[in-house]
């Protein structure tokens, strides 16, 4: 079974642009986090969204948003782009809402650089 | 706001030996840990997790252990392998409060000499 995918892997933009980073669950799950890594640290919660609705929001300025689809793909918007957002995401899916406590299956993560 | 963080961020160790590596959380609510690995230039994958109604858990040469009383959790290596050699993440789900979310800490650097 294929595991979580994302795209693009590797991305450059520059400061002030916008960028859309996109993420397919495993087949069957029905929850996709975003998390955003910064090199040398442990990732950092973004955004959850189980069955089209957001459930929880980390600590992130309004240009970060999101949406998930019918099928349950997500997208990750990120608008005015400043250097500081160059990163990892990482997308997470897992198979029902994290209130129970779910464990989170990781992508490879796309590769931001903003110059 | 609630933390999870190691307490050391590089561990070197021959291989054959057993690997410890440890996490402190802050939360005392928190009831559910997850242990994840993370290679260089991949994401994040699962090892193993434990919930706070248990005290051990075994993997396949792994054991995670759980100490609520001073809030501590640790991953236990067996007989390391050159491949185990990644970044360790403890992760905790913090669902007891806004976001749903797993919170992370700042990883241990596992490196292991052949």
């Known amino acids: 079974d294929a595991g979580v995918t994302q795209s693009p892997t590797h991305l450059i933009k520059t400061r002030g642009q916008q960028v859309t980073l996109r993420c397919s669950p495993i087949?069957?799950?029905?929850?996709v986090s975003w998390y955003q890594q910064v090199l040398g640290q442990g990732p950092q919660f973004i955004f959850q969204?189980?069955?089209?609705?957001?459930?929880g929001r980390g600590n992130f300025p309004d240009r970060f948003s999101a949406r998930q689809f019918p099928n349950y793909s997500s997208e990750l918007n990120v608008n005015a782009l400043l250097l500081g957002d160059s990163a990892l995401y990482l997308c997470?899916?897992?198979?029902?809402?994290?209130?129970?406590?779910?464990?989170?299956?990781f992508g490879p993560g796309t590769r931001l650089l903003v110059l | 706001g609630e933390s999870v963080g190691l307490h050391l961020p590089t561990l070197s160790v021959q291989e054959g030996d057993n690997s410890i590596i440890n996490c402190a959380y802050s939360?005392?609510?928190?009831?559910?840990f997850i242990w994840y690995k993370q290679e260089s230039g991949k994401g994040p994958q699962f090892i193993i997790d434990?919930?706070?109604?248990?005290d051990k858990r075994q993997g396949q040469r792994v054991t995670v252990l759980l100490n609520k009383t001073v809030k501590h959790l640790s991953l236990q290596i067996a007989a390391t392998q050159p491949g185990d050699s990644a970044v360790y993440f403890c992760?905790?789900?913090?669902?007891?409060?806004?976001?749903?979310?797993?919170?992370f800490g700042g990883g241990t650097r596992l490196m292991v000499k052949p």
């Open positions: 087949s069957g799950h029905k929850s």
């Open positions: 992760a905790e789900n913090g669902a007891h409060y806004a976001g749903n979310m797993l919170t």
């Open positions: 939360n005392s609510a928190s009831d559910y």
């Open positions: 434990i919930r706070s109604n248990m």
């Open positions: 969204y189980y069955e089209k609705e957001e459930r």
């Open positions: 997470a899916s897992s198979f029902q809402d994290l209130a129970g406590g779910e464990t989170q299956y």
